[in-house]
C-alpha cells in the first residue's frame, strides 16, 4: 500500500475540494442570512403565540373547586386549579399528578377539546373561513416549541395560516403562516439544522465549523509555499542604492 505523502501538493489537492464544499455552505449562509434580513419582521413575528383573546366570565356560584379532586378516579392526587375562560365558558383547569383535566367551572362536569371547541379557540384569532381541521398526536415542525397532542385548524387567508391549539387545555398555542415558513425554512439552511430547525449545536455545523478552521490553517500554511526568494527580487532591486559616476576634481 501507497504511503501518503503530506507534501505541499497533498495540501492544496484536499484544500482546493474542502474549499469548494465549505464554499458552497458559505453560499447557503449568505443567501439565506440576506432573505431572513429581507423579510418583514413585524410579519413573520404577527403569527406568534403572544395573541390573546378572553372574555369577561359570568357571573354567579360556581362549582366548588374542593369536589374536584373526585371528578376522575384515575386522575390522581390534584395538585393546582386554574379557572380559565374557555370560548366565553368558564372551565377549571385542574393539573395533577397524571396531567391536566378540564372541568366545567358551573357543574363540574368532565370537558374535553372535541374538533368544535378547537375551531371556536382558533377563530377568535383569525376570522377567515376555516378550510380544515385536523387532529395530531404530537408537535410537527411550525409548533415545535409547544409538546403534547394538538389541534390544526387551517385557515382560507392570503398568508395560509394554521392555528395550533392545545388538545388538553384548550388554549391557543401558535399561529404560523407563508411568511414565517418562508423565514423557517431559510432559517434551517442557515442554522444547518435539516431535522428539527432549532439547534445551532448539532454534529454537522460542528463538523463545518472545524472544517473551516482546518482550511484556515492548510491555507496559510500554502500561503509560504507558494511563494519562494525569486519573487521577492523586485523588493531586493527596489532596496539596492544606485552607484553615482565619480567625477575628477
Do not use: C
Not at 377549571?92 to 372535541?114: F, M
Amino acid at each position: 500500500m501507497k504511503a501518503i505523502r503530506f507534501s505541499p501538493l497533498f495540501f492544496r489537492r484536499v484544500h482546493k475540494w474542502v474549499g469548494l464544499i465549505l464554499g458552497l455552505q458559505f453560499v447557503l449562509w449568505a443567501l439565506s442570512g440576506s432573505v431572513m434580513a429581507l423579510l418583514d419582521k413585524d410579519k413573520v413575528r404577527a403569527h406568534g403565540g403572544h395573541m390573546e383573546h378572553s372574555h369577561v366570565l359570568p357571573g354567579g356560584d360556581y362549582f366548588d373547586p374542593a369536589r374536584l379532586q373526585g371528578m376522575d378516579p384515575d386522575m390522581g392526587k390534584v395538585t393546582g386549579i386554574t379557572l380559565i375562560d374557555l370560548t366565553g365558558r368558564p372551565i377549571y383547569e385542574v393539573r395533577t399528578e397524571k396531567g391536566i383535566r378540564l372541568a366545567d367551572a358551573t357543574d363540574g362536569s368532565p370537558v374535553t377539546i372535541d374538533r368544535e371547541t378547537a375551531s371556536a379557540v382558533a377563530q377568535m384569532m383569525n376570522e377567515a373561513p376555516v378550510t380544515s381541521i385536523a387532529m395530531m398526536p404530537k408537535a410537527n415542525l411550525e409548533a415545535r416549541d409547544h409538546s403534547g397532542p394538538m389541534w390544526r385548524v387551517n385557515f382560507a387567508d392570503a398568508e395560509n395560516s394554521s392555528a395550533y391549539v392545545s388538545a388538553e387545555t384548550g388554549r391557543f398555542l401558535v399561529m404560523r403562516g407563508d411568511m414565517w415558513r418562508t423565514w423557517d425554512f431559510f432559517w434551517m439552511l442557515h442554522n444547518m439544522d435539516y431535522v428539527n430547525r432549532s439547534s445551532f449545536n448539532h454534529p454537522f455545523i460542528i463538523f463545518v465549523a472545524f472544517g473551516t478552521l482546518w482550511l484556515s490553517g492548510t491555507g496559510f500554511y500554502l500561503l509560504f509555499k507558494s511563494f519562494n526568494r525569486s519573487d521577492f527580487k523586485w523588493l531586493r532591486r527596489r532596496k539596492t542604492p544606485k552607484s553615482r559616476p565619480v567625477t575628477a576634481a
